[in-house]
């Protein structure tokens, strides 16, 4: 069955650096999302896209983050100077055209900034 | 935009017991409602969900309820296991394509 991948599993930066976290969302999905998890919380909502645009975004994703589909199975999320606050799990999700509420999550990318 | 209330935080039941979590939401037009399992380190997996023109929708031990009215919706877990046990969280996607989680529900199922 196919599945939403995530790259890389973990990540480790140094305060103000940029981060880029990758997805692979299911083939054949036109939906996609990430949400970020800050440990022992609950899945908050970032951004949605669809189309090559943002379709949607929380009040969470301000101008330090950016996605982007840069081809045709890459899906990106951008922290361009990352905070201590932005250690999370982030999860990127896909869902399919005709049935856009049903998302799958990837295994999601541990980010720990210090 | 949405908020989601979920509740209880924690659930402690003895196994073959039933567990139900409830949920509340704030938009009338929130249309999509799925409940997700994780398990500790791992992704959210979606065990069931109900769309607005659905009632109440059951897979075997799994059933959920929605009340448009009321704007709440509850998952029902019958006859519990020990591999039951993981956080479970609520979910309303409004009309503008965003999904918001309620802050998840630590279910424990005692042997």
């Known amino acids: 069955e196919p599945e939403v991948t995530q790259t890389p599993s973990h990540q480790v930066t140094q305060m103000g650096q940029e981060v880029i976290l990758r997805c692979v969302p299911i083939s054949n999905h036109l939906y996609f999302y990430w949400y970020r998890q800050i440990l022992g919380q609950k899945v908050e909502f970032l951004v949605s896209f669809y189309n090559n645009e943002i379709s949607e975004k929380s009040e969470i994703f301000d101008d330090q983050f950016s996605v982007e589909r840069p081809d045709g199975s890459n899906f990106t999320l951008k922290i361009r100077s990352t905070k201590l606050e932005d250690s999370a799990m982030y999860f990127c999700?896909?869902?399919?055209?005709?049935?856009?509420?049903?998302?799958?999550f990837g295994p999601g990318t541990r980010l720990l900034v210090l | 935009g949405e908020n989601v209330e979920q509740h209880p935080s924690t659930l402690s039941v003895q196994e073959g017991d039933s567990a139900v979590i409830k949920c509340t939401y704030s938009?009338?037009?929130?249309?999509?409602f799925p409940w997700y399992k994780q398990e500790l380190g791992k992704r959210p997996q979606l065990i069931i969900d109900i769309r607005s023109n659905v009632g109440e929708k059951k897979d075997q031990r799994i059933a959920v309820t929605l009340n448009k009215t009321a704007k709440h919706f509850s998952l029902h877990i019958t006859e519990t296991q020990p591999e039951d046990s993981a956080v479970y969280f609520c979910?309303?996607?409004?009309?503008?394509?965003?999904?918001?989680f309620g802050a998840g529900t630590r279910l424990t199922v005692k042997p």
């Open positions: 979910a309303a996607r409004s009309g503008n394509n965003d999904m918001r």
């Open positions: 938009d009338s037009a929130s249309n999509y």
């Open positions: 999700a896909s869902s399919e055209p005709l049935r856009g509420e049903t998302q799958y």
